[in-house]
Antibody, heavy 119, light 111 residues
Framework: QVHLVESGGGTVKPGGSLRLSCAAS????????MNWIRQVPGKGLEWISY????????YYEESVKGRFTISRDNSKNVLYLQMNNLRLDDTAVYYC????????????WGQGTLVYVSS | QSVLTQPPSVSGTPGQRVTISCSGS????????VKWYQQFPGMAPKLLIH???QRPSGVPDRFSGSKSGTSASLAISGLQFEDGADYYC????????????FGGGTKLTVL
């Protein structure tokens, strides 16, 4: 059974950093494209980053470009999101999501981890 | 404001058929497939429809997706109380610097 578990969220001051992790199990992690999607509590979904199966291709949403870095370790079945220079409007629940179709279809999601940026 | 426009809310009674619309443009829905996600409060979203009209294994055939031009729709027939949730459409966008976009979400209330 596919299982994605995020960790690393918490409270951080503006300008601070956090690294999120997403541990994958129950499927061939190295065969699946992976993404990070966030959701401000009570609001809608926002895609923020993509990494290809091998990790060689990455994409970012404009507002996080240059501040966030997505990566993966296929030997450990873990997806990462390094978040630097955090802003108040980065406060959200962050989900990792797998895409086996390769067309930004998010067919499996983790339970999410809350990032709270506050002074 | 989302690039994909959904009604904030829809409602129906058990057994009814309801539709949720998702309006976009030529650069997204008009030229790419549409996905639909269902989300219950406090839970992660779940894929409901992919490739505009395909249901993943385990999704009841009461749920169906379609599109026409730059608009897409999610139809739910034989409405059940447990269908009450938030629904989001999503598509790839061909515009520069934009990749995946979501609609603002529609809250379905089963009366």
């Amino acid at each position: 059974q596919v299982h994605l578990v995020e960790s690393g969220g918490g409270t951080v001051k503006p300008g601070g950093s956090l690294r999120l992790s997403c541990a994958a199990s129950g499927f061939s992690f190295s065969d699946v494209h992976m993404n990070w999607i966030r959701q401000v509590p009570g609001k809608g979904l926002e895609w923020i980053s993509y990494v290809s199966e091998s990790g060689t291709t990455v994409y970012y949403e404009e507002s996080v470009k240059g501040r966030f870095t997505i990566s993966r370790d296929n030997s450990k079945n873990v997806l990462y999101l390094q978040m630097n220079n955090l802003r108040l409007d980065d406060t959200a629940v962050y989900y990792c999501a797998g895409d086996q179709y390769g067309d930004f279809t998010f067919d499996n999601w983790g339970q999410g981890t809350l990032v709270y940026v506050s002074s | 404001q989302s690039v994909l426009t959904q009604p904030p809310s829809v409602s129906g009674t058990p057994g009814q058929r309801v539709t949720i619309s998702c309006s976009g443009s030529n650069s997204n829905i008009g030229s790419n497939t549409v996905k639909w996600y269902q989300q219950f409060p406090g839970m992660a979203p779940k894929l409901l429809i992919h490739s505009t009209s395909q249901r993943p294994s385990g999704v009841p055939d009461r749920f169906s997706g379609s599109k026409s031009g730059t608009s897409a729709s999610l139809a739910i027939s034989g409405l059940q109380f447990e269908d009450g949730a938030d629904y989001y459409c999503s598509s790839w966008d061909d515009s520069l610097n934009v990749y995946v976009i979501f609609g603002g979400g529609t809250k379905l209330t089963v009366l």
